[in-house]
């Protein structure tokens, strides 16, 4: 029997097991959460192509499959159902204990970027870091920005040539709160006239998009542990979307009026696509694609994710 599939037939019981246990209410966890082990994954992956006898790969990765167990279990925290119990810190970005707001050193954060008629195009960059990202509502200015939470505070940049505009926002400090303690939520408003390119760089984080009501031409995100939702909309002819995470839960929401091709690389990943058909050079397109006036391009690779696309 050849060493691969033992390999992946191990991984995936183990993932597999895990899932049952969390259908059965007796472990938690989420995608956000993953990323404390996603080296794991890296490490399997290097044993599988090291060049040694097949029966040593294998003692190799139930190794590393059993350090993983005993290290979930010596980070497990109780609930108060004492049948389950979780085996990762869990990120709860959408709770605030305001009483409790000394103890997380509670700030919030403001600032707005006047909108200017001639900035036709406009590049948005922002170093997300950890935390709740959420953009779904319109402005008057060209960008309004409000944060809220325990993690540092953000600047940007702003820079104008023409008839494009480039917006930089970055965290002001190298001190990121990962833990679970993190309480940081940023919630952005745009500009629906321009054309918006957007880059967003993400560690473990929960990305939250509503862009239907804006003309967006580009969309990357990279990031580490994430849950993305996007809803996109049919206002700018051609969207291209390029995504790159892993342990993600990741849903893109793409209006039927635009066509669409998914070129999709992914490892250990679950991917739902109703809608699409799978063509020769292993891309999926959408039956309107070629008759369709407005277009989007995804581009997305994934490691141990769950890939969605819905048809609105």
Not at 148 to 177: C, F, Q, V
Not at 264 to 272: A, D, P, Q
């Amino acid at each position: 029997m050849k060493f691969r599939n033992i390999f992946w037939g191990v991984i995936l019981i183990f993932a597999g097991v895990l899932f049952i246990l969390q259908n059965l209410n007796i472990v938690y966890f989420d995608w956000v959460s993953m990323w404390r082990l996603w080296p794991v994954f890296l490490v399997l992956w290097g044993v599988s192509i090291i060049p040694v006898n097949d029966w040593i790969k294998v003692i190799l990765v139930l190794a590393v499959l059993g350090a993983s167990l005993t290290f979930m279990v010596n980070r497990t925290e109780y609930y108060d159902d004492s049948r389950s119990f979780d085996f990762f810190s869990h990120h709860d970005y959408d709770r605030w204990d305001d009483d409790d707001e000394s103890d997380y050193k509670y700030t919030t954060q403001t600032f707005n970027i006047p909108y200017d008629d001639s900035s036709s195009y406009v590049d948005l960059y922002m170093d997300a870091a950890a935390g709740k990202f959420v953009i779904d509502d319109t402005t008057n200015d060209l960008l309004y920005f409000d944060r809220k939470g325990n993690s540092a505070e953000y600047s940007y940049i702003l820079k104008t040539s023409d008839s494009t505009s480039d917006i930089n926002i970055e965290i002001e400090s190298t001190s990121i709160n990962l833990g679970k303690n993190n309480r940081n939520t940023v919630n952005i408003s745009l500009n629906k006239m321009p054309v918006w390119d957007i880059d967003l760089e993400a560690g473990a984080a929960k990305i939250d998009f509503d862009l239907k009501k804006y003309k967006v031409r580009r969309l990357d995100i990279e990031g580490g542990a994430t849950s993305i939702n996007i809803v996109l909309g049919d206002l700018y002819n051609t969207s291209d979307i390029n995504l790159s995470a892993g342990a993600s839960e990741i849903v893109i929401n793409v209006p039927k009026s635009s066509g669409c091709k998914l070129s999709l690389e992914s490892v250990l990943s679950g991917k739902t696509l109703k809608g699409f058909e799978k063509t020769d050079r292993g891309e999926y397109i959408t039956s309107n694609f070629d008759e369709a006036t407005n277009k989007v391009f995804i581009d997305a690779e994934a490691a141990v994710s769950s890939f969605t696309i819905i048809r609105y």
